[in-house]
C-alpha cells in the first residue's frame, strides 16, 4: 500500500494545542466522564486520600485525572481493550513512541506472514477493504512489539482512530453504508470517516505522546472483574454500566467488541457469534448488565469496600434508583452527600439527564 501521508512532515504538529492545566483524552465512548471530571473532582479533592482505584476504568479519564493531582492510582476495566488504555494513561510513566517505531508500525515488514482476519471476517461490516487490510497489518505489527508500555500506546491510538471512522464511534451495528450514502445526515462527520486510518492514527500518537505524564507514584492498571480486585485503597470510584429504567443497560463488550478483538487477534475467530450479522461477541453473563442482579452487586460492592471512602456516578433515571442506591450506601457509611448534575445529555440520547454523584465516607 503506498503511503499517502508523508510522517516526518505531520509528526512535529502537536495535536492538543491549546495549554491544558489538567490534561483530559480526547474521548469518543459511551458513559465517558471527560465533561464531568471536573466537577467530580471539585466534590472529592478535600476527601483527605493518597490512594483511589477507579474500579469501572473505561477511557481512564476519571483516574488519570486523579494521576494528574498526585493520586497513586489503580486502574481496572474487564475489558482488555480498555485495560491497555489504563497501561498507556495511568500505569506508564515516561514511555513514549519514537518517530521511528511509529514508522516500523506502518510499515509491512516482507519477513512477516501476515493474517488477514479482519479483511476476511469483516468485509463490508465496518471498513472498506483497503481498510481492513491496514488494520490486519497494523495489529498485527503492534502484537509483536516487545515493551507493554509501546504496545498501550500504540493500540491506544488505533482504538481512538477505528472510533472516530465509526458512524456513532460504535460497533453495534452493520453500517458501513452510512459513511457513503448520499443523504443529509443528522450525525457524524463524513470528513472524519474520509479520513485515512493512518492519519487518524498519527494524531492519536501525538495525543497519546502528550498525555504521558509520570506523577511520581506507583500507579497500576487491572483487567479483572469488578469483584476479583484485591487491595486497600483510601477511595474507590465506581462508575458501572448504566441500566434505563425500561431494563436497557449499556452492554459494553457489545458496542466495542471489535476494539476487544484487536487485543486479542489471534483467537478473534472463536469469541465471535458467527450467526450475527454485524460478527460481535457471544454475550456473556454481565451482572451489571442485568436489571434482577445489578442492585444486589452495587450493596456487594459497597460491602467489598466497606473501609474506603466510596463514590459512585449514576445517573438519575435508571435501575437502581438512586434513592435505592443511597439507602444501600447507608448500610455502610455513616456520611453520605448526594450532588445533581442537571441537563446533561449523552451521545446517541435525546433526551438530557441528570448525573448524580453520591459519595459515602
Ligand atoms: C460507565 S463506563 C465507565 C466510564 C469511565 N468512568 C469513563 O469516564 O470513561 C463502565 C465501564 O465498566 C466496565 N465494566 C463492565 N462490567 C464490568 C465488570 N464486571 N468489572 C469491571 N469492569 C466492568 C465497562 O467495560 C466500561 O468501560
Known sequence: MARKYDIKKQFVLPFLEQFQEVRIPTTRYQGSKAKLVDRIWENIK???????????????????????????????????????????????????????????????????????????????????????????????????????????????????ACLVKRPFNLFHRKNLHLRFAEVKRTFGNKATWDKSFEEHFMDFIREINYLVCDNGKENKAYNLDVFEINGDFDLVYIDPPYTSLKGISVDYKNFYHFLEGLVNYEKWGSMIDRR??????????????????????????????????????????????????????????????????????????????????????
Open 46 to 160: 478535600d476527601l483527605g486520600f493518597a490512594s483511589a482505584l477507579d474500579a469501572f476504568g473505561g477511557t481512564g479519564v476519571v483516574g488519570y485525572y486523579l494521576k494528574q493531582h498526585g493520586k497513586r492510582v489503580f486502574y481496572n476495566d474487564y475489558l482488555k481493550s480498555n485495560y491497555y488504555i489504563g497501561v498507556a494513561l495511568i500505569e506508564n510513566n515516561n514511555i513514549r513512541l519514537s518517530e521511528h517505531e511509529v514508522e516500523r508500525l506502518l510499515t509491512k515488514d516482507p519477513k512477516y506472514d501476515y493474517r488477514s482476519f479482519i479483511a476476511k471476517t469483516f468485509k463490508d461490516v465496518y471498513y472498506t477493504d483497503e481498510e481492513n487490510q491496514w488494520l490486519d497489518m497494523v495489529v498485527q505489527n503492534i502484537e509483536r512489539l516487545k515493551n507493554i508500555y509501546k504496545k498501550a500506546l500504540a493500540y491506544y491510538a488505533l482504538f481512538q
Open 276 to 361: 450475527t450479522i454485524n460478527k460481535r461477541f457471544y454475550r456473556d453473563n454481565n451482572p451489571w448488565n442485568n436489571k434482577l442482579k445489578i442492585r444486589m452487586k452495587f450493596r456487594d460492592l459497597f460491602e467489598k469496600f466497606r473501609d474506603s471512602i466510596l463514590v459512585i456516578s449514576y445517573r438519575s433515571d435508571g435501575i437502581p434508583s438512586i434513592q435505592q442506591i443511597e439507602s444501600d450506601l447507608r448500610l455502610f457509611k455513616k456520611r453520605v452527600r448526594v450532588h445533581k448534575f442537571d441537563n446533561y445529555k449523552y451521545v446517541l440520547s435525546n433526551s438530557t439527564t441528570s448525573e448524580v454523584l453520591m459519595i459515602g465516607e
